[in-house]
């Protein structure tokens, strides 16, 4: 896989995590990008939240725990922000909670930051601290692709807030070529 195998139209980490799976609105078509903690190390190595993912070592059983519970931290993400439920906001408070536990506060170049655990539970700790970091931010330009099925979210901060899809590209032009054959065929 290549550089630009994930999306990164989130605007947020956070919300390029949700990004990760394609065709969410649509059981029939959707794809789960990070399949395995493999793809997940992949993903955490692309955005830049470990710099070198050979150095998280895993047993399987492990690595399938770690995957299992990323993915629940995704979908919390999705479910607090766009369905306000309780459930996922407490899953993300208890992750973050462990993460800051796990973590140290290191001096980087200007600042002093939390270092998520160089062990396999350093991307869950990386991702909590992603959660908790977009969910205590402003939330009022958080959106959702306005396409029937993509269920792309995203972070608009268009001048004028009025965008309507993940990408103009993508399920925007998809769409006005639909919208179009439509009326054509009135
Ligand atoms: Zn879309």
Redesign the pocket.
């Known amino acids: 896989m290549g550089a630009t195998t994930f999306p990164r139209v989130g605007g947020h980490p956070a919300f390029d995590l949700v990004d990760t799976v394609h065709w969410r609105l649509d059981d029939a078509r959707a794809i789960d990008t990070l399949p395995d903690f493999g793809a997940v190390l992949e993903w955490c190595t692309e955005i830049g939240l470990i710099a070198d993912p050979g150095i998280v070592r895993a047993t399987p059983r492990t690595a399938a725990a770690e995957h299992a519970a990323i993915i629940a931290l995704r979908e919390a993400v999705y479910e607090a922000v766009f369905e306000d439920s309780p459930d996922a906001v407490a899953l993300i408070a208890r992750e973050h909670v462990d993460a800051l536990r796990r973590s140290s506060l290191e001096r980087g170049d200007d600042r002093w930051q939390w270092h998520p655990p160089a062990d396999v539970t350093g991307p869950r700790a990386a991702i909590a601290l992603l959660a908790h970091d977009l969910l205590t931010s402003d939330l009022r330009a958080a959106r959702q ?1 306005g ?1 029937d099925a ?3 979210v995203y972070l608009d901060t268009s001048p004028r807030h009025n965008r309507i ?3 103009a590209a ?2 925007g032009n998809r769409n006005r070529v639909k919208r179009h054959h439509a009326r054509s065929r009135v």
Request: aromatic fraction near 20%; charged fraction near 10%.
């Open positions: 692709c396409d993509c269920g792309w899809w993940c990408t993508g399920c």
